[in-house]
């Protein structure tokens, strides 16, 4: 009498456990890069598309204000009456106080907005952990700043090529941009002290009512080595770090942030109304 059949399985040998860990570490090691790379470049397109609404968000405000961009930091500069300016508004928000974070609410682009008129946050800016480390500084700004030494205000260029600031209660008029196809409206920025801290403008090269000075770096090449620039046209590109300079005013040096200046000209013709 013949028994029952008996079927063997065959066990998996140490080779080749070993064989098929190594395939997936060799895949891991070609996957995970791109993956990381898809990643970037998706927050990139995030940021671009947050930029491009606040751009129109200020063409819109030109629009109904009597093409004059609005205000970057209203009642910002000292007085002779105050030795600070007031400081309680920005392009973005307003504050209830100098010591207060900045919201939304009563922001000259706010209405522009939708919704509820919030700036979106760059999805490559740790906005949150930030905020922790500064204590709400410049809050609000999505990781954004806006040219306000040029559009944020009104001002006149002197014949010595000085500028004079006429007013910081409105920005420039539309028709004194010469060149809005080249000249920064809003940028990813970001500013360096202790740490990282969120900030709301993107600083030229040289100081215009001293161009003798350089003033601080503050855009932030955040997205793999590229920062978006929002320009007064309102169409939006990504730009390379091409210089970077800190004066004693950062803790540590800019570039070890990925701050400072993209274009090849050392002066403020990409910020300027010329």
Same mark, same amino acid.
């Given at each position: +009498? $013949? !028994?029952?059949? $008996? #079927?063997?399985?065959?066990? %998996?040998?140490?080779?080749?456990?070993?064989?098929?860990? *190594?395939?997936?570490? %060799?895949?891991?090691? %070609?996957l995970l890069p791109s993956l990381a790379s898809a990643r970037v470049s998706a927050k990139a397109m995030v940021c671009k598309s947050? =930029?491009?609404? $606040?751009?129109?968000?200020?063409?819109?405000?030109? /629009?109904?204000? /009597?093409?004059?961009?609005?205000? @970057?930091?209203?009642? +910002?500069?000292? #007085?002779?009456?105050?030795?600070?300016?007031?400081?309680? #508004?920005?392009?973005? !928000? #307003?504050?209830?106080?100098?010591?207060?974070?900045?919201?939304?609410? *009563?922001?000259? =682009?706010?209405?522009?907005? !939708? @919704? /509820?008129?919030r700036i979106r946050q760059c999805p490559a800016f740790p906005a949150e952990e930030i905020a922790r480390e500064s204590h709400g500084f410049e809050t609000a700004a999505g990781g954004y700043g806006y040219n306000n030494a040029f559009i944020g205000r009104q001002v006149h260029r002197e014949a010595s090529g000085e500028y004079t600031v006429l007013s910081d209660a409105g920005g420039a008029r539309t028709h004194s941009v010469k060149k809005p196809t080249s000249t920064v409206m809003f940028a990813d920025t970001a500013f360096a002290g202790s740490a990282l801290l969120e900030y709301s403008f993107v600083e030229p090269r040289y100081h215009p009512e001293n161009p003798r000075f350089r003033a601080d770096p503050s855009i932030h090449f955040r997205h793999g080595g590229q920062a978006n620039i929002a320009w007064v046209d309102g169409h939006v590109d990504a730009?390379?770090?091409? &210089?970077?300079?800190?004066? @004693? &005013?950062?803790? %540590?040096?800019?570039?070890?942030?990925?701050?400072?200046?993209? *274009?090849?000209?050392?002066?403020?013709?990409?910020? /300027?109304?010329?």
């Amino acid at each position: +009498m $013949v !028994g029952p059949k $008996v #079927t063997r399985r065959r066990g %998996v040998s140490m080779i080749e456990i070993l064989i098929v860990s *190594g395939m997936i570490a %060799v895949l891991a090691s %070609v996957l995970l890069p791109s993956l990381a790379s898809a990643r970037v470049s998706a927050k990139a397109m995030v940021c671009k598309s947050n =930029l491009a609404q $606040v751009a129109r968000a200020n063409l819109y405000y030109a /629009d109904e204000n /009597d093409s004059t961009y609005c205000a @970057g930091a209203e009642a +910002m500069r000292p #007085t002779r009456a105050r030795r600070w300016g007031i400081n309680l #508004t920005r392009w973005y !928000g #307003t504050r209830p106080n100098r010591h207060a974070p900045f919201v939304p609410e *009563g922001g000259p =682009l706010t209405p522009y907005l !939708g @919704g /509820d008129g919030r700036i979106r946050q760059c999805p490559a800016f740790p906005a949150e952990e930030i905020a922790r480390e500064s204590h709400g500084f410049e809050t609000a700004a999505g990781g954004y700043g806006y040219n306000n030494a040029f559009i944020g205000r009104q001002v006149h260029r002197e014949a010595s090529g000085e500028y004079t600031v006429l007013s910081d209660a409105g920005g420039a008029r539309t028709h004194s941009v010469k060149k809005p196809t080249s000249t920064v409206m809003f940028a990813d920025t970001a500013f360096a002290g202790s740490a990282l801290l969120e900030y709301s403008f993107v600083e030229p090269r040289y100081h215009p009512e001293n161009p003798r000075f350089r003033a601080d770096p503050s855009i932030h090449f955040r997205h793999g080595g590229q920062a978006n620039i929002a320009w007064v046209d309102g169409h939006v590109d990504a730009h390379r770090m091409t &210089f970077t300079e800190s004066s @004693g &005013f950062y803790a %540590v040096p800019a570039k070890h942030y990925a701050i400072g200046w993209f *274009g090849e000209s050392d002066d403020n013709r990409l910020f /300027d109304l010329e």
